[in-house]
């Protein structure tokens, strides 16, 4: 791997840390995985995702959060489309 391509690795690699720490954060308030099946049947997790990314004060940290509620709605529809919720 070229030292450029490592470089970008390594912030990419930064920023999902950083997502990663944001669900745990998340998952520690309540928003577990089984909160997630049972309140979003209608994608609210989708619309809360939104709101993060459109508020108008938008930052390094509201995109941070909605990419961590991004993730938490990946996750809820592959549980859902293995039957799993």
Not at 65 to 82: F, G, M, P, Q, T
Request: aromatic share 6%; glycine share 4%.
């Amino acid at each position: 791997m070229c030292s450029k391509c490592k470089e970008h690795c390594n912030g990419v690699t930064d920023w999902l840390e950083a997502i990663a720490d944001e669900r745990e954060r998340q998952i520690k308030k309540g928003w577990t995985p089984d909160h997630d099946d049972k309140v979003n049947k209608d994608g609210y997790l989708t619309e809360m995702a939104c709101y993060f990314v459109e508020t108008p004060e938008e930052n390094t940290k509201h995109l941070v959060k909605a990419a961590a509620v991004i993730v938490a709605e990946l996750e809820r529809r592959e549980r859902a489309e293995n039957g799993n919720s």
